[in-house]
């Protein structure tokens, strides 16, 4: 079965910083691309960056180039997503998702407001 457990988000000031880690397992995490993906209050979602499976190439929505960074440990099966200069607009529910798998994780909330 598989299963993406993540963790990290909370309320952060504009400017600030966060990182999300999304723990992988019932699957072989190094062959697989994987995403993050937000859903902002009231909206739908919003695809922000994929990694491919050696972390090797990265894709970023435009609005997240420079201050979002993902990343990936084959070792320890995570994902990351390392937020800086967040902005209000950035506030989300953030979820990791294997996109040829449709499987996803189960969200976080990320709350920027000062």
């Known amino acids: 079965e598989v299963q993406l457990v993540q963790s990290g988000g909370g309320l952060v000031q504009p400017g600030g910083s966060l990182r999300l880690s999304c723990a992988a397992s019932g699957f072989t995490f190094d062959d697989y691309a994987m995403s993050w993906v937000r859903q902002a209050p009231g909206a739908g979602l919003e695809w922000v960056s994929t990694i491919m499976w050696n972390g090797g190439s990265t894709y970023y929505a435009e609005s997240m180039k420079g201050r979002f960074t993902i990343s990936r440990d084959n070792g320890k099966n995570t994902l990351y997503l390392q937020m800086n200069s967040l902005k209000p607009e950035d506030t989300a529910v953030y979820f990791c998702?294997?996109?040829?798998?449709?499987?996803w994780g189960q969200g976080t909330q990320v709350t920027v407001s000062s």
């Open positions: 998702n294997v996109p040829t798998l449709g499987s």
